[in-house]
């Protein structure tokens, strides 16, 4: 059935009947469970809706808005009234996360908020909100509840890292020495070493271990020895520091005190074998111990004009005949001659016999008792002696001596000038000379008689009183360095206390010295200006 009808009039635009077109316009359905609704017109709103308590709903009718029992309809500012209302009893929190978490590891009073960067803008920022909601009989989710826009960019705390500074999470899983962090009821954070109480046995001359009262009562004991200057005549101490100077290398000191020398040459990974009868080489352990317990005498090799050694161990050919040894090491050879009964007379320094006159004289040179010792070539496995005159192949060098008889190799290597930054806390490097200053104030002592104008190239003072001075300090400390002086009096006096200008006292005005009583007295350096020292006074016991 029609709306309108009986207009009988044409729309003279489109030649159109206009009760035809009326025909068409109708009032708009309602979807059923089998198909869709038809389009058309809409109800006209009723009596008492017009403070906007009413909306359209799908079936064609006026519901109620509000979320009372007696009311049909709840629209999404009323949900977004009753979930700020429910956030605000729960305490809930809002979140931003660049992604949604897990629903099985959400925050149950957390509403998380998701930038929608398509309706954000440039002077605004729209996010989307979830709640996670526990379905009855089901698994959580997480439901978006709506929009919702501010003009201010929130703050996102960064992940911390070595180089910026932000949030952790705790829940870390320990592994070996790695221990999780953990944050107590104050919301402080700590971690929980499980290690175990040491205990020290007292120190032996074969086990290490803390210093006994017994050890300490004689180290106590011990006089202020002073190392003397080493020279050539004496065994003493050295000094580092040299500044080195073309190829001559200054003596400088590891962590452990051992002493060393810095070469600033190329290791090639030159790999050197052992010497053996056949090639040169290193000198092994055992050839080291067979030199150690030699004389310095080389036994030249004998030629017609030089008396030195002989091998023996040649093989007889023909009427060359080798040499042998008797059972005391003397010399002799074996001639399978028949005696024809010749006759030798003895030689004499003057005359030939069975030796040469020249033979006789060089054996009258020789001492009484002397051995018949052969000095073996240095192998592997035997101590021996080595020849010099090796012409240089490549990194392969020759030994050389120098006018007394020693040893050495000269490399050819060139001085690259290397240099060397100063050490830091994160790499190796020269000490510099605030370093050297500092290493040589945690050592040794300064002796003073007053207490005026204190040194400070040592962290310990040791001060023999007789009387009250003014305390002050020289120029030169840094911030956190402490001077501890150890105060022996002779009299008893009233020593008064600086506690105004550079210094602070922390134990009064004054003290009242008691002869013969020593006090001790640490003065911190707290700041390069204003009140720059902090002073600590205590009487010993």
């Not at 009032?27 to 403070?51: K, M, N, Q, W, Y």
């Not at 520091?241 to 030159?270: C, F, H, I, M």
């Not at 030249?300 to 080798?322: C, D, E, F, M, R």
């Amino acid at each position: 059935m029609s709306v309108y009808e009986g207009y009988n009039s044409v729309v003279a635009a489109t030649g159109e009947d206009l009760d035809g077109i009326l025909a068409k316009v109708k009032v708009a359905t309602p979807a059923t469970a089998s198909g869709p609704g038809e389009e058309g017109l809409v109800p006209a709103p009723p009596v008492g809706s017009e403070d906007g308590g009413k909306v359209l709903v799908s079936d064609m009718t006026w519901a109620s808005i509000g979320g009372e029992s007696n009311n049909d309809i709840a629209v999404k500012g009323y949900v977004d009234n009753k979930v700020k209302e429910a956030a605000s009893a729960a305490k809930m929190k809002k979140r931003i996360v660049d992604a949604l978490p897990d629903p099985g590891s959400a925050e149950d009073n957390v509403i998380y908020l998701i930038k929608d960067n398509t309706a954000s803008g440039s002077d605004n920022n729209v996010y989307t909100e979830y709640i996670l909601v526990s379905p009855e009989g089901g698994s959580p989710v997480l439901e978006a509840l709506g929009t919702i826009q501010t003009k201010v960019e929130p703050y996102i705390l960064p992940k911390a890292s070595n180089d910026t500074l932000g949030g952790v999470k705790t829940g870390y899983t320990e592994s070996g020495k790695n221990y999780g962090v953990k944050v107590d009821s104050n919301g402080k954070m700590f971690v929980l070493v499980p290690w175990t109480d040491t205990t020290y046995s007292n120190a032996t001359s074969s086990a290490p271990g803390l210093m006994s009262s017994a050890d300490k009562s004689k180290l106590d004991g011990l006089n202020n020895y002073t190392l003397p200057t080493t020279s050539a005549s004496a065994l003493g101490g050295v000094k580092v520091g040299y500044t080195t100077n073309g190829k001559n290398y200054k003596v400088q000191v590891d962590e452990s005190g051992n002493a060393y020398v810095n070469v600033p040459w190329t290791d090639t990974n030159t790999t050197y074998n052992e010497a053996t009868t056949s090639a040169a080489g290193l000198m092994s352990a055992a050839d080291k111990t067979k030199l150690n317990g030699l004389n310095n005498y080389s036994l030249p090799t004998s030629t017609a004009s030089v008396l030195g050694g002989i091998k023996v161990g040649y093989t007889t050919s023909g009427k060359n005949y080798k040499v042998q040894l008797d059972d005391n090491g003397n010399a002799y050879v074996n001639v399978p001659w028949t005696d024809n009964n010749t006759t030798y007379s003895v030689a004499t320094t003057s005359a030939n016999g069975l030796m040469s006159k020249e033979d006789k004289s060089k054996l009258n040179g020789i001492a009484a008792g002397a051995n018949n010792y052969s000095l073996p070539k240095s192998t592997a496995s035997a101590l021996g002696g080595v020849m010099i005159g090796y012409s240089a192949n490549g990194k392969n060098y020759a030994v050389q001596l120098d006018t007394s008889g020693k040893a050495y190799v000269n490399v050819p290597w060139t001085d690259t000038n290397t240099t060397y930054n100063a050490v830091t806390q994160s790499a190796n490097g020269l000490m510099t000379a605030a370093d050297k200053k500092l290493l040589d104030f945690q050592t040794g002592a300064n002796s003073v008689t007053s207490l005026a104008n204190l040194p400070v190239t040592k962290r310990l003072v040791k001060a023999n009183l007789s009387g009250a001075t003014t305390i002050s300090v020289v120029s030169g400390m840094t911030i956190g360095q402490e001077l501890y002086v150890r105060c022996t009096p002779s009299a008893s006096f009233t020593q008064a206390i600086p506690n105004t200008g550079s210094f602070t006292s922390l134990s009064g005005s004054s003290f009242a010295v008691t002869s013969g009583k020593a006090f001790e007295m640490s003065i911190l350096k707290i700041a390069d200006s204003g009140v720059m020292y902090s002073i600590i006074l205590k009487e010993a016991e």
